[in-house]
């Protein structure tokens, strides 16, 4: 099984040891089951906005097509406070190139909600006034376009809001994921994952 992902801090684990980080517990899980997995390529960096994502993609020598292909992406676009229209043109684009790496399959792509960072501890004392109302608006693009494309879409958004009353699924940062909250992630994500993987 080769998996691709692609996203931002929350793909690549920012504040957290890579093993530690969903895409590498949901690698792991696989294995466990019996799976024969091979190390995850992941296309993720902390702070890309979908734009910079695949800028990145095309500078990247992949080989697809791939068994199961994620795409988690928006909280940089949306903490910039860019329009949800110009936000949503890019995720299309973003979400045909996983597509295409599935080897065309949508069905084999796994669309990630985008988490809310606007609970977080960091938010409090940095002030994000309307972000919450952003990411309502980009989470609705990106359900809309994961259900047009014909794609997969796991949501995390109740997840990510529950360290409102557990700051410590909160890395040190006050702004990411810690390791409590990515196993959650990959909790969500396996049942789909593995969907994909016994069609």
């Known amino acids: 099984m080769r998996l691709l992902a692609l996203g931002d801090s929350y793909t690549i684990g920012t504040g957290v040891p890579p093993e530690d980080r969903w895409v590498d517990r949901l690698v792991e899980r696989l294995r466990n089951d019996g799976v024969d997995a091979d190390a995850p390529q992941i296309v993720a960096a902390d702070g890309w906005t979908t734009g910079r994502l695949a800028a990145a993609v095309e500078r990247r020598s992949l080989e697809p097509p ?34 295409e790496f599935a080897g065309g399959d949508p069905a084999d792509v796994v669309v990630v909600t985008i988490p809310d960072y606007s609970v977080t501890p960091y938010c409090e004392t940095e002030g994000c006034e309307d972000h919450d109302e952003r990411l309502a608006a980009y989470d609705r693009a990106v359900r809309e376009e994961a259900d047009a494309a014909g794609t997969r879409l796991v949501d995390v958004v109740d997840v990510s809001r529950a360290v409102a009353a557990d700051p410590s699924l909160v890395a040190a940062d006050g702004l990411h994921p810690a390791p409590e909250q990515h196993r959650r992630w990959m909790e969500e994500v396996y049942p789909v994952a593995r969907a994909v993987l016994d069609r």
């Open 66 to 99: 791939f068994d199961l292909v994620t795409l988690l992406v928006g909280a940089n676009d949306a903490y910039q406070g860019r329009p949800v229209e110009a936000f949503r043109t890019n995720f299309v684009a973003m979400l045909e190139r996983a597509v």
